[in-house]
């Protein structure tokens, strides 16, 4: 018997590369008969300067969240999926996603390859890179969109 995920958790932030991982999410979540899991990081560092003078912006990424976790949700379920739990976290993704997959017990994290400009991504760091280096168990590192063998 091969190796078999049974809770997997997929890194979400309405990027192309976050659909890419969702997608592969969803084709190894039916493989396995595993849970789906859905976060989405609301990245509080990129917004708590401009909340003390705008209180609407917090609300506005919360609703966004709430929003784009639904859609996913929404997908999966058309898919076949019914064991799907979504998630809305605070904070740095890149410290979020791993600790969210090791205090929920996932098996498995699936994220896009990047989300990041290059200069971001010079500035703080690839959020895959860290997840990968941070994650507790194992990690899958969404490069394109390439279709699954079962689609």
Known sequence: ???KYRDILVAVDGSKEAEWAFKKGIAIAKRNDAVLSLLHVIDTRSYAAIDSYD???GERAI???EELLGEYKANAERCGLTKI??????GSPKVV???????K???LIICGATGLNAVERFLIGSVSEHVTRAAKCDVLV???EEP????
């Not at 699954?148 to 689609?151: G, N, Y």
């Open 97 to 103: 996603i791993p600790k969210k997959a090791s205090e």
């Open 85 to 90: 739990h979504t998630y809305v976290e605070y």
């Open 142 to 144: 969404v490069r394109t």
């Open 105 to 107: 017990g996932k098996d």
């Open 55 to 57: 209180h609407t912006i």
């Open 148 to 151: 699954d063998e079962e689609e």
């Open 1 to 3: 018997m091969g190796l």
């Open 63 to 65: 609703k966004y969240a």
